[in-house]
């Protein structure tokens, strides 16, 4: 879970897109899949799950959306001026958002829990050896 306290800041590249979490985070987890690969141009992409109202954004970031692996919608809301990824959201259950951990101000307060849709994870990508590895979906 995030260390720090229940409050934390992050923003995009440029610094033109800032938000504020608060509250503590429900899932930190590192995900494979094929999205989040095109997405980010790299292996993976390390998500915090929090609740969308835990989340101040303070301009409106540009989005984009598609139908996930999954079969449900995901979007991805990123700065339309520098790129710099902040969070997704989908149709996940109860309002759940996932802030980019790169994005965060210090993130270094993340602990990823697992590795998601593991199925899709490259060979050069590594991962600490005792986070749970899943094919899909974690269970919750
Ligand atoms: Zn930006
Ligand atoms: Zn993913």
Aim: charged share 20%; hydrophobic share 30%.
């Amino acid at each position: 879970m995030l260390e720090g306290g229940n409050s934390y800041e992050g923003g995009c590249l440029c610094g033109a897109i800032r938000y504020r979490v608060t509250g503590p985070s429900l899932f930190e987890s590192q995900c494979c899949c094929r999205d989040c690969q095109k997405a980010t141009g790299t292996g993976h992409t390390t998500i915090v799950g929090v609740m969308r109202d835990q989340l101040e954004m303070a301009a409106e970031p540009k989005v984009y959306t598609n139908t996930g692996e999954s079969g449900g919608w995901v979007s991805r809301h990123f700065c339309g001026d520098c790129g710099g990824r902040l969070y997704t959201s989908g149709s996940l259950p109860g309002e759940v958002i996932m802030i980019q951990a790169g994005s965060l101000d210090n993130p270094s307060q993340v602990t990823p829990q697992n590795v998601i849709y593991g199925k899709d994870a490259v060979s050069w990508d590594h991962f600490d050896p005792a986070l749970t590895v899943y094919d899909l979906y974690a269970p919750r």
